[in-house]
């Protein structure tokens, strides 16, 4: 039996399936918290909350971030998939 929390379960398995990232870029600045960027099954990266909650629902600069992600899919720093 695993003692994780469900938290800890979450952030392990984005550490297998996640690249590490932070809100924001050199072009605009996000909120700079901590995110993982997820890909879905659609091929779009998604960025999550280390307890696994969309980031889109917390960043306090969600609106902007999404318009952005929308016109340029690769900007934050969003990790190639080969
Ligand atoms: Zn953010």
């Not at 398995?13 to 590490?20: A, D, E, S, T």
């Not at 890909?39 to 998604?46: A, F, L, N, R, V």
């Not at 909350?49 to 318009?67: I, M, Q, V, W, Y």
Request: aromatic share 6%.
């Amino acid at each position: 039996m695993s003692l994780l929390t469900s938290e800890e379960k979450m952030s392990r398995l984005l550490q297998v399936i996640g690249n590490p990232g932070v809100c924001g870029n050199e072009r605009r600045p996000g909120c700079g918290a901590g995110i993982w960027w997820v890909t879905t099954k659609t091929g779009s990266h998604t960025p999550l909350n280390s307890d696994g909650t969309s980031h889109f629902a917390t960043c306090p600069n969600a609106r902007e971030f999404k318009l952005q992600q929308q016109k340029k899919r690769m900007a934050y720093g969003a990790p190639r998939t080969e």
